[in-house]
């Protein structure tokens, strides 16, 4: 059926992975249009193969210079990565053990490991110690997981009352909430309900119990509303309140502490997406600013994203593991198997029943470098961050948009237009030095620095500075 491997694929593609391993720096690489590869890759997927060393020296010569380099130490966009070669080792480990994620029956010692990991982060934040969960592909799928578990619990309290479903259900979060909520919203025919953070960007407690308040009680624990404020036509019911621990736009953390205590007296599940920020609960120069998530009922953090782990993973976690299970479980003959006590199936907590172990390289590195390693590496982001920021107060042409609370630096060329801002993009990127994309905030056109790499240096940030004296 398959034929035996090409002499020296084995080894060939070891190699390749150990170089891409030892590259220091790695090379930025770029981009290309669609019509360039298929001219410079040529066909790939024949009747016959091409044979896969072949395979490989495409991928190689081609394939890969078109895709950046997201652990780059001067790749700022977005929210980049800066997985640690542990986790890297470790992930080429998992791909070869062929290794079913979803059940204990199939995965115990993995997943054993992988919730070896979940408790650290758990026990970080102050949840107790029977708060459980998964790893998931990312924090739009931790985000959806933990509000269809949120909806769930809503409805059984409903129903468990008597009460008819209602109409229309809803969640609450910031307006300066991430993208992936709206989505949520979609997914599951539910209305997101968008409330004002404050001038920082900060969604507080206030403006929370100000929302719920408007919103209207209807009977104990449960709040109404007519289908004017939600645009619905018809009764609304709020199932959960998300705080955003750490924005993607601006890194601020929301009054968390505040929002659980304006939550509580309406009995509803605080979601804290800490996708991007919440790793900086492991520094101690940051870890006040997420008091509160302690008390939260769900929390997500991708260690893809600050914790210095490959794509993709999501840590998903739950003070209740029961209320999750409850909307996530699967039933069928086939899964009558997988005993419904067995110590922990992460498929019971997520969308989405195959899975890989992809908290595995995660909790390798942890467990190779220790946790105070961690510590020192997000702090080292930071320090990089408030260099940054005391840069750009020095430099006549840039300004600061909002002073940094984490490690994303947004800021202001005093002067350009947004077309000056793409263009330097272009040219930054095209020049090898760096990626570095705008964003647009309150209808204007800026750029922003995500530090998440503790190879970033406050040099690293100079020379990118220092491109944008004059005009590109
Ligand atoms: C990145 C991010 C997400 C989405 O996570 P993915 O892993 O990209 O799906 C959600 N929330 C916040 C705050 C984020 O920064």
């Known amino acids: 059926m398959f034929e035996a491997l090409t002499p020296g694929l084995e080894q060939a593609v070891v190699d390749l992975a150990r170089t891409r391993m030892s590259l220091d720096p790695v090379p930025l690489d770029g981009s290309a249009t669609p019509t360039e590869l298929a001219e ?42 800066a997985p640690t070669r542990a986790s890297i080792l470790f ?22 490991a992988e919730n070896e990991a979940l408790r650290w982060l758990s026990e970080l934040v102050g949840f107790p110690a029977e708060a459980g969960g998964a790893f998931v ?58 409330v004002a953070a404050d001038d920082d960007g900060r969604l507080t407690g206030q403006a929370v119990a100000a929302a719920l308040g408007a919103l209207g009680t209807r009977g104990p624990g449960l709040l109404g509303t007519q289908g004017a404020a939600t645009g619905t036509g018809g009764d609304s019911e709020v199932f959960a309140v998300v705080a955003t621990a750490g924005s993607t736009q601006f890194g601020v953390v929301d009054d968390i502490r505040g929002i659980v205590d304006a939550a509580r007296p309406h009995d509803l599940w605080v979601h804290v997406d800490g996708a991007y920020g919440l790793a900086g ?67 019971d907590y997520q969308i989405g029943l195959s899975r890989r172990v992809r908290g595995l390289p995660f909790w390798f590195s942890l467990a190779t470098y220790g946790t105070r390693a961690y510590s020192r590496a997000v702090e080292g982001c930071l320090a990089t961050a408030r260099a940054a920021a005391d840069r750009i107060r020095e430099l006549p042409y840039v300004e600061l948009v909002r002073e940094p609370e984490l490690s994303v630096v947004v800021l202001r060329r005093l002067g350009w237009s947004a077309e000056d801002y793409h263009r330097w993009t272009t040219w930054l990127l095209g020049s090898g030095l760096g990626f570095v994309t705008p964003t647009v905030h309150n209808e204007e056109t800026v750029t922003r620095f995500a530090i998440v790499n503790p190879r970033t240096t406050p040099d690293d940030i100079d020379r990118i500075l220092a491109t944008m004296s004059d005009g590109r």
């Open 40 to 81: 410079r890759a040529g066909p790939t997927v024949t009747p016959d193969g091409i044979g896969g060393l072949a395979a490989l020296r495409v991928f190689d010569e081609v394939l890969s210079r078109a895709c950046i380099s997201a652990d780059h130490p001067r790749n700022l966009a977005f929210i980049p990565a």
């Open 281 to 347: 609960v492991a520094a101690p120069s940051t870890r006040h600013l997420f008091d509160g998530v302690g008390d939260a009922d769900s929390f997500i953090v991708d260690p893809h994203k600050w914790l210095f782990a490959p794509f993709d993973a999501c840590a998903l976690v739950y003070r209740d593991p029961a209320a999750a299970r409850a909307a996530h479980a699967q039933q069928a003959g086939y899964l009558e198997v997988l005993d419904r006590d067995s110590p922990w199936n992460p498929s």
């Open 137 to 194: 592909q990312g924090g739009t799928i931790g985000n959806l997981s933990a509000l269809v578990a949120a909806r769930h619990a809503a409805r059984a309290r409903r129903a468990a009352r008597g009460l008819p479903a209602p109409a229309r259900w809803s969640f609450l979060c910031g307006s300066e909430a991430h993208s992936s909520l709206r989505q949520a919203a979609e997914v599951m025919d539910v209305d997101a309900v968008f």
């Open 91 to 112: 992930d080429l480990v998992v791909g070869a053990s062929s290794i079913y994620g979803g059940s204990w029956l199939e995965g115990a010692g993995a997943v054993h």
